[in-house]
């Protein structure tokens, strides 16, 4: 199924995608990787208050490419970096900042899908290194902050109109693709090496 | 021949590779892309490879680097011994990275591996790798390859006991296929090298995955066809397009191969995303030159 969502997200529009659903977002989109993550847990521990109301949002996992021009900023490419990187983080991003779409690449781990399934959020994946794609659906920067971490590093709090395509690979139900891919491909594997005579 | 012009030549080339490098992907590669594509039969992992297909065609329409992992630059140099000048060769290849990491721009993506420290320009200790070979003629070439983290992350080098052969080396690049799943950005190409030692066979895997064109055969009819052999078996391994299930894993593999010492057996796997990047500089003793893919 295709879905077309807006942002802010409800519970319901995210507990009704499943596994192989395509998302087509309109709305609000931050950036954060590593080291926002990481700095999401510390502000959290020490009940710092975060920049940007996150409830119902989605984040992105994304280092982007940022032009300078005349003092004005500007998204030129922006594809999804791995997101195993975040595994770490993510649940409790989900637990206690209530973000409800998680965009990246590669796939997530069981924490995740676990808080996905508690909390209801979903994770998708947006093809890794289209970032000319992906740009090309952000309408405007409304605001960047903690720009200290670095361009790349920073929460880019993005308008995007359509940006997709986005595939559900995490659902509220436990399933995560990724991994029943990999395990699909574990148990192709000793045939493959009889087949190539290694075995 | 003035140093100054030849310098300037050099330099110029080289900017101008860097951004079709970044820009524009090679005509073989975007065939075997839409290759793959009609080949595909999972519907998730066509929605894939159709998504880079557009992403390829709007980083030409808008000029920009079709992925923003623009990578580290590496140089493969060929240098002709009558070429007139040896001394300019470095310190223009190494202006030019600062410079295009400005204009085009490129991501800054040199760090310093202990402290962290980014010097925005992606210029760095032994970065740009410089890889300089000798080669007849007066002819200057050089083929730019900005290789992006991800799929380097996955790289692996195999010493296993000799006697193995060949069996060792089909299990190891199975595994390593297997085990990089879906971080390197599949449909990959999988540079294989054997022999030599561990830095040979890693350094000829990673030229064959990067500089050998997509669709060429294997010169060692040996090979060849255990590079077909490896192809059709990582392609059932159903990983597809981003690892969201599919055929296409890989768009190819390629061996390369050095003699090597009877104790050891050195295994290098080196992966190059579908975001094959590669453009080659050619300059004549008189400075003028020619950039192509
Ligand atoms: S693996 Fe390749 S395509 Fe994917 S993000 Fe990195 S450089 Fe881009």
Redesign the interface.
């Known amino acids: 199924m295709i879905y077309l969502l807006k942002t802010p997200l409800q519970e319901g529009d995210v507990r009704k995608l499943k596994v192989g659903d395509t998302v087509y977002l309109t709305g609000v989109v931050v950036t954060a990787r590593d080291a926002a993550h990481r700095r999401f847990i510390e502000y959290l521990k020490e009940g710092k208050s975060i920049p940007i109301d996150l409830r119902g949002g989605a984040i992105y996992h994304c280092g982007p490419i940022v032009k300078r021009i005349n003092n004005e900023f500007k998204i030129v490419v922006g594809g999804p970096t791995t997101s195993a990187r975040m595994e770490l983080y993510e649940a409790d991003v989900i637990k206690r900042l209530g973000v409800r779409l998680i965009i990246g690449k590669g796939g997530m781990g069981s924490k995740t899908a676990k808080a996905c399934r508690e909390f209801g959020a979903v994770y998708t994946i947006f093809t890794g290194g289209a970032g000319v794609l992906a740009a090309n659906t952000i309408k405007r920067i409304i605001k960047v902050e903690w720009l200290d971490l670095g361009i790349p590093e920073a929460l880019w709090v993005l308008e995007v109109e359509n940006f997709g395509p986005l595939l559900v690979t995490i659902d509220t139900t436990g399933r995560n693709l990724t991994k029943e891919i990999i395990e699909g491909a574990k148990r192709k594997y000793k045939e493959i090496l009889k087949k190539l005579e290694v075995i | 021949m003035n140093n100054r012009i030849l310098e300037e030549a050099i330099e110029k080339a080289a900017i101008e590779a860097i951004a079709k490098a970044v820009i524009y992907i090679p005509p073989d590669v975007k065939k075997a892309l839409i290759e793959a594509f009609n080949n595909e039969v999972s519907e998730?992992s066509r929605?894939?490879i159709k998504?880079?297909l557009?992403?390829i065609e709007?980083?030409e329409k808008?000029k920009?680097?079709?992925?923003?992992?623009?990578g580290i630059i590496m140089y493969y140099v060929r240098v002709g011994y009558e070429f007139p000048s040896f001394k300019v060769i470095e310190k223009s290849l190494v202006n030019a990275v600062k410079i295009a990491t400005n204009t085009i721009?490129?991501?800054p993506n040199t760090v310093h591996p202990f402290t962290g420290e980014?010097p925005g320009n992606n210029i760095g200790r032994y970065i740009p790798y410089i890889n300089i070979e000798f080669i007849d003629g007066d002819e200057l070439e050089f083929t730019v390859v900005p290789k992006?983290g991800?799929s380097e992350?996955v790289s692996v080098l195999k010493m296993p006991p000799p006697g193995e052969g060949v069996?060792a080396i089909?299990?190891a690049v199975?595994d390593a296929v297997?085990r990089a799943?879906?971080?390197p950005?599949p449909p990959t190409v999988v540079g294989v090298g054997i022999g030599g030692g561990s830095d040979i066979a890693l350094h000829l895997a990673k030229k064959a995955a990067c500089l050998r064109k997509l669709g060429s055969s294997n010169p060692d009819p040996v090979l060849d066809k255990l590079e077909k052999?490896?192809y059709e078996?990582l392609n059932?391994?159903?990983?597809?397009a981003?690892?969201?299930?599919g055929r296409s894993t890989v768009l190819a593999v390629h061996i390369d191969y050095a003699h090597r010492h009877p104790a050891t057996l050195p295994i290098g796997i080196v992966f190059q995303?579908?975001?094959i990047r590669r453009a080659t500089a050619r300059i004549s003793r008189d400075g003028s030159f020619k950039v192509f893919q």
């Open positions: 998730a929605l894939q998504a880079i557009k992403n709007l980083a808008m920009m680097p079709l992925c923003q992992d623009t721009p490129l991501r980014n992006g991800g992350y069996r089909k299990k199975v297997l799943g879906s971080i950005c052999e490896l078996a059932e391994l159903g990983i597809g981003m690892g969201v299930g995303c579908w975001a």
